[in-house]
């Protein structure tokens, strides 16, 4: 059902609306104004889930606005059951963050608040947004407010991680650029995503914009070998900027290949598969052994997380139902299990300082709420049956099997390492023997946190134990995609002329010629 | 004086522009010191009637007057470019007013050059004869050489103006004498009857293409495109602020201005040839000016290496238009110059109006260091200065890339997504210069024992220009519409 209410632009303006307001208030104020402005934006996003009909094919709560004439760019916003499920995430997941930088942000907390927001605002946008440019504006949009994020309210070494996710990102996301406006001309001159998913282009271009979409794609995820912004950049932040950057921002980079890369250039994608199933291969295990070897509960998590999104890019490039539908669900369990697991070792560190494993041993005694929780999020990390991650994880393994019997062995021994450093990790910090000096600074869980971390840990067993309803909301825009991959293959065709007056299809040029230049 | 009539009415603005600065220059030595605001006030009021009178004509595209024998014509391309330096000129002049003042040298003429800098510039981009563009660029160079030497005080001032003028005239020099050899070719010095030489005499001829590549070179000095950006980081460092910023912004603009109407109207013919000549400059341009300005730690130099960069970017647009075919290909090359150069204005007078009312205990603070916890001390400021350097970056939702976009779209279309790639991966390393300036102002504490550190000394001028440039960073990042269309429809006046 599409209904007319302007559910996206709503989810978009609040945020901003609520950053504007933090800018007007106390510092003390700050903390209720952004909490209000993200509680707000979930209940505009809860009723979306019922709103959306499964059945649909087509893009659902769509709004379309002409913003920029000459080139036509509009503002045109809307949802499918690939995306539903990302915005859903992200309006539950921000105002954990906020409630987890409570305590935890002691300077200048209207600038973080504002910050944080903004920061919903961009990401929002980047699942509703269906023209190119408009995508694009949200993607780069972000990158000054999480840059501020790590770089004003991290850690030690937040200057150069800061600066390493700016330049690794904006690298990777330029290129995607002039890739937006070499479809623009071979597409029939439109930037709108539906139209340009539906042209087809010349395989030769076709590798080349896979490349470039790939730069700005694979940086995000981040897949083998682009990673190393990752470690430092979850290290460096703070609390909310570690969940953010695991939670929604790698997810960006998934939904890239899966909105653009899969339906646009469908030959190309094909013709990568090989290499894109080996790098996530390596990024599986390779996570998984570099996980092994952290002492820093936070880089331990952050290489998770390569591992993990080894396993979406695993599934989106096997290229079939199972593959995709698991790689979705993958996300979102990406997002709840590693968000919860930071959050976990945010609340630790308020407590003791410090995010060694060495120094936050035994808190089972001390903190059993705590060890709970902590316990059961890294069960759902390793893909314990039950938990969310396991269907997730089950759903690529299948997508791989029907591809490659090889792969899907070498992906299962991701998830073998997965359990020996999680559980080596939970052996330590839940069943260790306490250090007897931090004993008396051990509080469990006040109210507040539990009331961070209960959400997620439902969401675990919900997603684990009832995935249906999750899986059938993406059932039509996962079939449709699959089918705009397998669409009829027309010839190479001549690319436009270098003057740009003969484009690819006759009536174009007419267009071009009547309506001036940039139609 | 009727036989004149007609002509003197189409360059009414020139003539309100240097009648008020004649007027400025003469009441300075009746004016008291004290009173010499006033000075500023009546350029600013002769400004905003020119403004009246060339924005009220903005929408009549066809309006094209020619003037004294086809020696100027007053086109709507023109016009986008005169409205574009009177708000470029109000700006600098609300600017310099503290400016000047907490510098200590608040001289009545000072406005006056600026207006006669002013009138040479609107010469330029109505001149449609070399010699008449070759005259408003040598008004607006001597005006410029003067105010880079304002500064008596300051030996870097007095080096500047010296390198500047040594280095002008030899540039001017080179324009002239490639005018001559083209003078010699064509039998004239008007654009259309050279655009017709050319067509007649064929464009292998050594000759013509010698003319053009002097022209070229003189142009390329103006626009401080590489390898004649020599003088630019030492005049850009050592002229006063304020005056700094009009040259990177309303000189730059006019000289591209002019350049490009020389080389559309007047070279088109030969446009296979310079195409391939800008493209190698606008390649070195950006190249150099991104990395040199990284180990800059003045933030006046590291913003003049920036300027060069930003030539090389707006160049890529010619090149474009280069190789598009005809007028109509060549249309969103140029206009994107045009929306590029117009929209790099207010980011780059927003961030000079910031440094240089930046103030550490009297003393403009110049150095990047300065900007230490600008965000503690001043939120607001620090906040200007983060747009306008995330637009100086070309980071959305900022005009800064509006303007890359469209120069990039058009070179796309021109089939050069290769330079296009090239010029982004070079925004990002232009990226790492620009926010480091965030990175010194929100995330360096600042040092405990300086006892002054530097403040953004406010004052309602300073405020209102600082008020115009970000609405323009802003908006026209939001919405590009009307400058978009303004620009593609000005453009097609060019012949």
Avoid at chain 1, 16 to 26: C, S
Avoid at chain 1, 227 to 244: K, R
Wanted: charged fraction near 10%.
């Amino acid at each position: 059902m599409t209904s007319s209410f302007p559910w996206l632009s709503l989810l978009l303006v609040l945020p901003l609306a609520g950053a504007v307001a933090v800018y007007f208030a106390t510092e003390s104020a700050a903390r209720w104004i952004a909490l209000a402005a993200t509680l707000a934006d979930l209940l505009v996003a809860l009723p979306l889930w019922w709103l959306f009909d499964p059945q649909a094919s087509q893009m659902q709560f769509t709004e379309h606005v002409a913003w920029i004439t000459a080139p036509p760019i509009s503002y045109s916003l809307g949802l499918d059951g690939i995306s539903l499920p990302l915005v859903l995430m992200t309006a539950g997941i921000m105002p954990l963050c906020v409630l987890a930088s409570w305590n935890a942000i002691t300077t200048s907390i209207r600038g973080f608040m504002a910050v944080l927001l903004v920061m919903e605002t961009t990401m929002v946008g980047v699942f509703v947004a269906l023209d190119f440019i408009l995508f694009y504006v949200f993607w780069e949009a972000m990158m000054i407010p999480m840059y501020l994020l790590i770089g004003v309210w991290g850690g030690p070494n937040r200057l150069y991680a800061a600066i390493k996710f700016f330049l690794y990102t904006l690298a990777g996301s330029v290129l995607l650029l002039v890739a937006i406006l070499v479809l623009y001309f071979y597409g029939g001159h439109t930037f709108d995503i539906l139209a340009l998913s539906q042209g087809t282009y010349p395989a030769s271009l076709q590798i080349w914009l896979f490349l470039a979409f790939f730069a700005a794609f694979a940086v995000k995820v981040p897949m083998f070998p682009f990673h190393t912004w990752l470690p430092d950049a979850h290290v460096e932040a703070p609390t909310a900027g570690s969940v953010i950057l695991a939670s929604i921002l790698l997810k960006m980079g998934a939904y890239g290949f899966l909105r653009f890369s899969l339906p646009m250039l469908p030959d190309a994608s094909r013709d990568f598969t090989p290499l894109m199933v080996v790098l996530s291969i390596i990024a599986i295990i390779y996570g998984a052994y570099m996980a092994l070897a952290q002492v820093d509960l936070k880089k331990l998590i952050a290489y998770s997380s390569v591992s993990h999104m080894g396993f979406v890019t695993l599934g989106l490039f096997v290229l079939n139902q199972q593959g995709i539908e698991g790689a979705v669900l993958q996300m979102v369990n990406h997002g709840i299990t590693t968000g919860g697991l930071f959050l976990c070792v945010g609340i630790i560190y308020e407590r003791t300082h410090s995010r060694l494993i060495a120094d936050n041993v035994g808190l089972a005694a001390p903190m059993p709420q705590y060890a709970v929780l902590l316990a059961i999020f890294a069960l759902s990390s390793l893909g314990l049956p039950g938990t969310n991650s396991f269907v997730g994880e089950f759903l690529v393994l299948v997508g791989t099997f029907l591809w490659s019997k090889i792969a899907t062995a070498c992906a299962s021994l991701g998830i073998i390492l997965a359990a020996t450093y999680i559980l080596w990790m939970v052996q330590r910090v839940v069943y260790g023997v306490p250090s007897p000096h931090h004993l008396p600074a051990l509080k469990d869980l006040n109210h507040r946190e539990l009331a961070t971390l209960a959400p997620l840990v439902l969401l675990v067993f919900l997603i684990g134990l009832f995935p249906n309803p999750f899986v059938s909301r993406m059932h039509q825009s996962v079939t449709n995609t699959i089918a705009s991959m397998s669409r009829a293959k027309v010839a190479p065709t001549a690319p436009p002329s270098a003057e740009g007056t003969a484009p690819l299809l006759a009536d174009n040029g007419a267009q071009l010629k009547t309506q001036g230049p940039w139609r | 004086m009727s036989l004149y009539g007609a002509d003197l009415l189409a360059l009414l603005p020139e003539l309100i522009v240097v009648v008020t600065a004649c007027l400025v220059i003469s009441l300075d030595p009746v004016t008291p010191a004290s009173r010499r605001d006033l000075l500023a006030w009546l350029s600013v009021g002769g400004l905003a009637l020119c403004l009246g009178l060339t924005g009220g004509q903005i929408n009549s595209l066809n309006i094209r007057v020619s003037a004294f024998s086809d020696l100027v014509v007053v086109d709507a391309y023109a016009r986008f470019w005169k409205v574009l330096f009177y708000g470029v000129a109000i700006l600098t002049i609300l600017m310099s007013l503290p400016y000047l003042k907490a510098e200590g040298m608040h001289l009545g003429e000072y406005y006056g050059f600026i207006l006669l800098a002013l009138s040479g510039m609107m010469v330029m981009v109505s001149g449609v004869d070399l010699l008449t563009i070759y005259l408003g660029t040598e008004l607006m160079s001597l005006s410029l050489y003067v105010m880079t030497g304002l500064n008596r005080s300051k030996p870097r001032s007095l080096e500047a103006a010296a390198k500047y003028f040594v280095l002008g005239a030899f540039s001017s020099g080179i324009l002239l004498y490639g005018i001559s050899l083209l003078y010699g070719a064509a039998g004239s010095t008007k654009l259309a009857a050279i655009a017709g030489a050319i067509g007649t005499r064929g464009a292998d001829d050594p000759l013509v293409l010698i003319a053009t590549i002097l022209i070229a070179v003189g142009f390329s000095f103006k626009l401080a495109a590489v390898p004649f950006h020599m003088w630019t980081p030492d005049v850009y460092q050592g002229a006063p602020t304020s005056v700094t910023a009009f040259m990177a912004v309303a000189a730059k603009a006019a000289s591209f201005a002019a350049f490009m109407r020389v080389f559309v109207e007047g070279l088109g013919g030969l446009k296979a040839d310079w195409s391939f000549l800008f493209l190698v400059i606008s390649v070195a341009t950006l190249v150099l000016g991104n990395v040199v300005a990284i180990v800059q730690t003045n933030i006046k130099r590291m913003l003049a290496y920036s300027s060069i960069a930003h030539a090389g970017y707006a160049l890529i647009g010619f090149v474009a238009a280069g190789r598009g075919v005809g007028l109509s290909g060549a249309t969103p090359g140029l206009a994107s110059i045009m929306i590029y150069l117009t929209l790099y204005s207010f980011m780059t007078l927003g961030a000079f109006a910031v440094i240089g009312m930046l103030r550490k205990g009297g003393i403009e603070g110049e150095e990047i260091d300065d900007f230490t916890g600008l965000a503690k001390r001043q939120p607001l400021a620090a906040f200007l200065m983060l747009i306008f350097m995330g637009s100086l970056a070309g980071i959305p939702p900022t005009a800064g890339f509006i303007g890359k976009f469209y120069v990039f779209m058009a070179a796309v279309e021109a089939g050069l997504a290769w330079l296009a790639a090239i010029a982004l991966i070079f925004a990002v390393v232009s990226a790492y210069y620009y926010m480091r300036v965030v990175m010194v102002m929100y995330m360096r504490e600042p040092d405990p024992s300086s006892i002054a550190p530097p403040r953004l000394v406010a004052s309602p001028a300073l405020s209102f220009v600082l008020a115009c440039a970000v609405a323009g960073v802003i908006l026209f990042g939001l919405f590009p519409n009307p400058l978009v269309s303004f620009a593609l429809q000005s453009v097609l006046t060019l012949k």
